[in-house]
């Protein structure tokens, strides 16, 4: 099994920029998202059977607009196998279709998963893009309808997504610390966009896949036509596309802050406020309940409507 590349971070579109740049390596192909992960690691719970497994394959969209086939995954999967060699094996598929030798997953959602990221595939790298939370709070606020799935844990505020934001940059943290340096690199989105080049540099070296300049030449040759949110991949990578110190109301920024301004102060972010607010616990609340939820079962996400029309016949 080849050694999986994961792409962490909670911005989305800082997370989709870093995933065209990597796939335009010779050395890894990262498909666009792939969702299924969860759902088929607890369908399919350590050894799998392979008609069962096949069977469900078969009937997840995301891996028939991949380009794949059942058939292309048949050969490398074998009943007894561990379920997560097996999810791995879907990858290898595709990575093999491209002429790459290495695969990896690009998916903002698994933050929410990382343990089972680690249980899947113990010997994954991670490659974590870090944005100042203010930011991707605007960023995600303003993603169109339809963009992803939401449930009722979906947040609508600055100082809910800073519950998200904070939980889910800490988590990988601390995953990066238990895993160590040789598995774990992380980066700026901030240091992205203001040089790319120095930034892809580094990531490739970390994971051992070839640099080439054109890897960064991804302008316009990118299909958004059915992706309004990733409209900006037409251009190169631009500062200053989001700034919450001009585009943010001060409340929302306090706000934010009483959340999740240590982790900003621990990432040296300026921090402009008193963190000590009424609002900012209360989101934490709203937020720790949901999270709990949303972790007892990858089910959460099986029951949106979205999924349901989208993967009827894998639904609950």
Same mark, same amino acid.
């Given at each position: ?38 759902? =088929?690691? +607890? $369908? ?6 392979? !008609?069962?497994?096949?069977? /469900?394959?078969?009937?997840? *969209? %995301? ?56 249980h899947l595939f113990p010997e994954a790298q991670y490659v974590h893009l870090v944005r100042d ?41 601390? =995953?990066? +610390? $238990? ?6 690199? !992380?980066?700026?989105?901030? /240091?992205?966009?203001?040089? *790319? %080049? ?25 299909d958004v036509s059915d992706k309004p949110h990733q409209l900006r991949l ?78 009827? $016949?894998?639904?609950?």
């Open positions: 099994m080849s050694r999986p590349l994961v792409v962490l971070g909670v911005s989305r579109s800082g997370t989709t920029l870093l995933r065209v740049v990597l796939d335009r390596s010779p050395g890894i192909a990262i498909p666009d998202e792939s969702f299924f992960v969860p759902v =088929l690691a +607890r $369908r399919h719970r350590r050894t799998i059977d392979v !008609e069962r497994f096949l069977d /469900d394959v078969a009937r997840i *969209p %995301t891996i028939k607009a991949w380009g794949l086939r059942v058939d292309d995954v048949r050969p490398r999967v074998r009943s007894g196998m561990a379920t997560g060699d097996a999810i791995a094996a879907i990858f290898e598929a595709y990575a093999e279709r491209r002429g790459k030798p290495r695969w990896g997953d690009k998916t903002p959602m698994y933050m929410r998963h990382l343990p089972l990221l680690e939370g203010r930011d991707a709070a605007l960023s995600f606020l303003e993603m169109p309808e339809g963009t992803f799935t939401r449930t009722w844990a979906h947040p609508t505020t600055p100082a809910q997504f800073a519950c998200v934001w904070r939980t889910e940059v800490s988590a990988a943290r601390t =995953l990066g +610390r $238990r895993v160590g340096g040789a598995r774990y690199h !992380e980066v700026r989105y901030e /240091d992205l966009v203001v040089d *790319p %080049t120095a930034v892809v540099t580094t990531i490739c070296s970390f994971a051992e896949i070839p640099f080439q300049p054109d890897m960064l030449a991804y302008a316009g040759t990118v037409r251009r190169p990578p631009t500062p200053g596309v989001r700034s919450w110190r001009e585009d943010m109301s001060a409340s929302d920024v306090a706000a934010f802050e009483a959340v999740a301004g240590d982790l900003l102060e621990e990432l040296g972010y300026e921090v402009t406020s008193s963190r000590s607010s009424v609002r900012g616990s209360t989101a934490r609340v709203w937020y720790d309940a949901r999270l709990a939820a949303w972790n007892a079962s990858a089910s959460l996400v099986q029951r949106s409507p979205l999924w349901r029309r989208r993967h009827p $016949r894998l639904s609950p």
